[in-house]
């Protein structure tokens, strides 16, 4: 029993205990930590939001740390395009309900050089608002929605809430979307709201292997309430690998025009302007790397197969959709949105949206998927609704205001 006492006591104490007890080593840390994620740049570009993009030559890149890459020839474009990318943008109908598309802020003060990468610039507060400096760049979260088998619980246990469109049930190889993008509001800092495409293979367990990317506002990440665009990866279910954006080795991106992890401009606009993105993610049947690309017109880069096992194959599940965290306690809601903050039957230009809703099957075609399952936990706060059309295809609206009358 005292024994337990200590125990609880000392892990409470703890992340206290070491930051204040040695603040010399913290600051050798987060300098470490610093030296390894920032590389030299070629030239460094001022974003009006305050980040700093510097262009690192393609070979310098933090990839190149991994040590089951120092021999690794990047490769600079993909070997294989899913079947009917092309086909589907010639084959786009105008349409009355249409968004525009949308690059990124820091554009307006310069670009990189060819044979360089934009990479947002890790500053020192940026370490000190993470748990740890060892943490920084990881999420604390350590479970996917899992819909066929949830129980959509009234509270999930970590207080991630989710409103998600998915398939399972075969091979995966890619997965694309469009999804507008909008910037929710935050109740407190240390909630995040995101809208992104999880692709998954595995069980469940802890050794999950997913890759993601979307847009997100997270103000422990990043120190404000912009809109980003980001990517995720892990291999054991966020626990030992994996990161954001390139905050560890792993992803090797290519394009020299978008930086990961740097605010999307503009945003959606609640009966205005609606602006979206394209991601679309493959993997290579040749090399078996998993190659992302950004609107019609940039590859980003691809994750090297051997980071992940299952993954290494195919992927067993694809997900679309919102995720936020609620912390408030004791049963009742936060505020922080997900998608534009209205609900889906509010429709377009009202509420967010997936469209044009897209797998890679085996025979590396991209296809409209045959059956769309949708999941929420709590459907009185953020819902999603799906259809089809011939202009957007398989699509879906979802978000909603998180705490309000519908949601107490
Ligand atoms: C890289 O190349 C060197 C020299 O050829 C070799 O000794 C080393 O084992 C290689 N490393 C990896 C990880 O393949
Ligand atoms: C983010 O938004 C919240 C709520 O709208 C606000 O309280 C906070 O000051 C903002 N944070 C920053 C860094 O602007």
Same mark, same amino acid.
């Given at each position: 029993?005292?024994?337990?006492?200590?125990l609880?006591?000392?892990?409470?104490?703890?992340?206290?205990?070491?930051?204040?007890?040695?603040?010399?080593?913290?600051?050798?840390?987060?300098?470490?930590?610093?030296?390894?994620?920032?590389?030299?740049?070629?030239?460094?570009?001022?974003?009006?939001?305050?980040?700093?993009?510097?262009?690192?030559?393609?070979?310098?890149?933090p990839?190149?740390?991994?040590?089951?890459?120092?021999?690794?020839?990047?490769?600079?474009?993909?070997?294989?395009? *899913? @079947?009917?990318?092309?086909?589907e #943008?010639? !084959? %786009?109908v /105008?349409?009355?309900? =249409? &968004? +525009? $598309?949308?690059?990124?802020?820091?554009?307006?003060?310069?670009?990189? *050089? @060819?044979?360089?990468?934009?990479? #947002?610039? !890790? %500053?020192? /507060?940026?370490?000190? =608002? &993470? +748990? $740890?400096?060892?943490?920084?760049?990881?999420?604390?979260?350590?479970?996917?929605?899992?819909?066929?088998?949830a129980?959509?619980?009234?509270?999930?246990?970590?207080?991630?809430?989710?409103?998600?469109?998915y398939?399972?049930?075969?091979?995966?190889?890619?997965?694309?979307?469009?999804?507008?993008?909008?910037?929710?509001?935050?109740?407190?800092?240390?909630?995040f709201?995101?809208s992104?495409?999880w692709i998954?293979?595995?069980?469940?367990?802890?050794?999950?292997?997913?890759?993601?990317?979307?847009?997100?506002?997270?103000?422990d990440?990043?120190?404000?309430?912009?809109?980003?665009?980001?990517t995720?990866?892990?291999?054991d279910?966020?626990?030992a690998?994996?990161c954001?954006?390139?905050?560890?080795?792993?992803?090797?991106?290519?394009?020299?025009?978008?930086?990961?992890?740097?605010?999307?401009?503009?945003?959606?606009?609640?009966?205005?302007?609606?602006y979206?993105?394209?991601?679309?993610?493959?993997?290579?049947?040749?090399?078996?790397?998993?190659?992302?690309?950004?609107?019609?017109?940039?590859?980003l880069?691809?994750?090297?197969?051997?980071?992940?096992?299952y993954?290494?194959?195919?992927?067993?599940?694809?997900?679309?959709?919102?995720?936020?965290?609620?912390?408030?306690?004791?049963?009742?809601?936060?505020?922080?949105?997900?998608?534009?903050?209205?609900?889906?039957?509010e429709?377009?230009?009202?509420?967010?949206?997936f469209?044009?809703?897209?797998?890679?099957?085996?025979?590396?075609?991209?296809?409209?998927?045959?059956?769309?399952?949708?999941?929420?936990?709590?459907?009185?706060?953020?819902?999603?609704?799906?259809?089809?059309?011939?202009?957007?295809?398989?699509?879906?609206?979802?978000?909603?205001?998180?705490?309000?009358?519908?949601?107490?």
């Amino acid at each position: 029993m005292g024994f337990l006492r200590l125990l609880l006591l000392v892990m409470v104490v703890a992340p206290w205990a070491v930051s204040s007890a040695s603040p010399a080593r913290q600051r050798l840390a987060v300098k470490r930590r610093l030296k390894r994620l920032n590389k030299p740049a070629v030239h460094s570009i001022q974003s009006p939001d305050g980040d700093t993009i510097d262009c690192v030559h393609v070979a310098h890149q933090p990839a190149f740390d991994h040590p089951f890459l120092k021999n690794h020839t990047v490769q600079m474009r993909p070997s294989f395009y *899913p @079947e009917g990318l092309n086909l589907e #943008r010639e !084959t %786009r109908v /105008e349409s009355e309900e =249409r &968004a +525009s $598309s949308i690059t990124q802020l820091w554009h307006l003060n310069g670009r990189c *050089p @060819e044979n360089t990468i934009p990479i #947002r610039r !890790t %500053r020192e /507060e940026d370490l000190l =608002r &993470a +748990s $740890s400096v060892k943490r920084y760049g990881r999420k604390k979260q350590r479970r996917v929605a899992r819909p066929s088998f949830a129980a959509p619980e009234p509270i999930n246990e970590n207080g991630h809430q989710h409103a998600i469109a998915y398939v399972e049930g075969d091979k995966y190889y890619g997965a694309r979307a469009t999804i507008n993008v909008w910037n929710p509001k935050i109740q407190q800092p240390n909630e995040f709201s995101l809208s992104q495409l999880w692709i998954l293979g595995g069980s469940f367990g802890e050794d999950l292997n997913s890759i993601e990317a979307g847009w997100q506002v997270s103000p422990d990440l990043y120190g404000d309430n912009n809109t980003r665009l980001f990517t995720y990866w892990t291999s054991d279910a966020y626990q030992a690998t994996g990161c954001y954006n390139l905050l560890c080795s792993g992803f090797i991106q290519v394009s020299n025009n978008i930086a990961m992890g740097a605010s999307i401009f503009p945003v959606s606009s609640y009966h205005g302007s609606q602006y979206d993105i394209s991601i679309l993610i493959w993997k290579d049947p040749k090399l078996g790397n998993w190659w992302m690309q950004f609107g019609n017109d940039y590859v980003l880069g691809y994750w090297p197969a051997f980071l992940f096992s299952y993954l290494a194959d195919s992927a067993s599940m694809v997900e679309w959709g919102g995720e936020v965290v609620n912390s408030e306690p004791d049963g009742q809601h936060t505020a922080t949105q997900m998608g534009s903050g209205h609900f889906p039957d509010e429709g377009f230009a009202r509420s967010s949206y997936f469209r044009n809703i897209q797998i890679v099957d085996p025979s590396n075609n991209l296809r409209t998927p045959r059956r769309l399952g949708t999941f929420t936990e709590q459907s009185n706060c953020y819902d999603v609704q799906s259809g089809d059309n011939d202009d957007w295809g398989c699509y879906f609206y979802f978000g909603g205001p998180g705490q309000s009358e519908r949601c107490p």
